[in-house]
């Protein structure tokens, strides 16, 4: 992930592995609250918040 992240223009390894694991973890957390809800909210919910960490970088 490091190195996607730095494809997309994170300079730096420290935050780029940083960034890899706030994704991970955040998007792992969605995925078991929406198996336990039947619905796709927490995720839309999750990368609402996490996309705007890349303003400049990926692009929905």
């Known amino acids: 992930m490091r190195e ?3 494809y997309y223009g994170v300079t730096s ?3 780029a592995d940083g ?3 706030l994704l991970l973890s955040a998007l ?6 929406s198996r336990a809800d ?3 909210t927490p995720c839309r919910l999750v990368l ?3 996309l705007p ?3 400049d970088r990926i692009q929905p």
């Open 53 to 55: 960490l890349f303003p």
């Open 38 to 40: 039947q619905s796709l």
């Open 48 to 50: 609402a918040q996490i």
């Open 13 to 15: 390894a420290r935050e």
């Open 4 to 6: 996607g992240l730095t």
């Open 28 to 33: 792992e957390g969605a995925m078991v609250l």
């Open 19 to 21: 960034l890899a694991m």
